[in-house]
């Protein structure tokens, strides 16, 4: 096993210097503590808390169906889980400038260290789903980032994310919004697409030359070579649902066989064993604070 989570303590790296760094920075997905942990103990430097999954997780679609206080509560246990950075999927701000300075300003609270806001309106639909995803009023939508810009200051990372592309618009429409969405204070843009192949991601880098940093979601175009981003001076890359896609995945398969053998004996071989949970959620930790802080009657001890 990797070594298990430590003592909890604020990121050494923020969000904000994996964005600058000069190599190609990954995000993972989590959408809860077990998630984040096991990212962080992967070797992961900061994650991705995903509207879709941390919807999923709880029961909800991705719809804005989940409400802003059901996202801040899950990153608040994602960060005390991880002591990474945490950019999370602000949707596009649950409502309008009011309600995304509001839901910024208490992520920032509770451990994220940066929203990422989209350019549609609320409540929205997940990118994958059906053809109709249309899109905010740059001005109006500009006016929300540059609520949450005034309300978090400096160090709070904020990702103006536009959706011109899955919208079907063209480049110069993606271009213009991300033009727009700097000028009212993002430190970012992350443009998405639904293309098999990354064309059209590549085009608008190269178009926005870094203007500031790219970042991508190659959920759809998964087959292309990392080295075409890094070749691309891209910022980050999202793995955005593969988390949530691999546990749903793997308990389908482990329900299937304990109510089809009316057993465990079969699959206990293939889970983790509950020693790896305990050292993936350290407590050993426990343990060590228990003799330091409890009287020693209490816990056993003579």
Not at 197 to 223: C, G, H, Q
């Given at each position: ?10 990121p ?18 989590a ?54 950075p ?18 910024a300003?208490?992520l ?30 740059i001005?109006e ?18 990702v103006a ?12 429409e ?36 870094n203007?500031?940093p ?41 329900c ?47």
């Amino acid at each position: 096993m990797p070594k298990p989570v430590g003592t909890l303590e604020d990121p050494t790296t923020t969000l904000r210097d994996l964005m600058l760094s000069s190599d190609l920075t990954f995000l993972m997905e989590a959408h809860d503590g077990i998630s984040s942990a096991i990212a962080a103990q992967a070797g992961f430097k900061g994650l991705w808390a995903s509207g879709l999954s941390i919807s999923s997780a709880i029961g909800y679609r991705d719809a804005n169906e989940a409400s802003w206080t059901d996202v801040v509560g899950v990153v608040e246990r994602m960060a005390d889980a991880s002591g990474l950075p945490i950019l999370v999927d602000g949707d596009t701000g649950f409502g309008n400038f009011n309600n995304a300075r509001i839901v910024a300003r208490k992520l920032k609270q509770r451990g994220a260290s940066g929203i990422c806001l989209e350019d549609k309106g609320f409540p929205k639909m997940n990118s994958f789903v059906g053809d109709r995803q249309p899109l905010a009023d740059i001005d109006e939508f500009s006016g929300r980032l540059s609520a949450v810009r005034d309300t978090t200051g400096p160090d709070f990372v904020l990702v103006a994310r536009t959706e011109a592309l899955i919208a079907d618009h063209s480049l110069d429409e993606a271009l213009v919004r991300a033009h727009a969405y700097a000028k009212a204070g993002a430190d970012a843009i992350l443009i998405h697409s639904r293309k098999s192949v990354p064309d059209e991601i590549l085009a608008f880098s190269k178009e926005w030359n870094n203007k500031l940093p790219v970042m991508i979601v190659p959920t759809k175009y998964y087959r292309t070579p990392v080295a075409e981003y890094r070749a691309a001076a891209i910022s980050t890359v999202i793995w955005a649902n593969h988390n949530m896609r691999a546990a749903i995945s793997a308990m389908r398969q482990v329900c299937d066989r304990i109510i089809q053998e009316e057993s465990i004996a079969g699959i206990e071989g293939e889970v983790a064993t509950l020693d790896e949970l305990f050292d993936l959620m350290n407590y050993g930790e426990l343990a060590v604070a228990e003799d330091k802080y409890l009287p020693q009657a209490a816990h056993g001890h003579e």
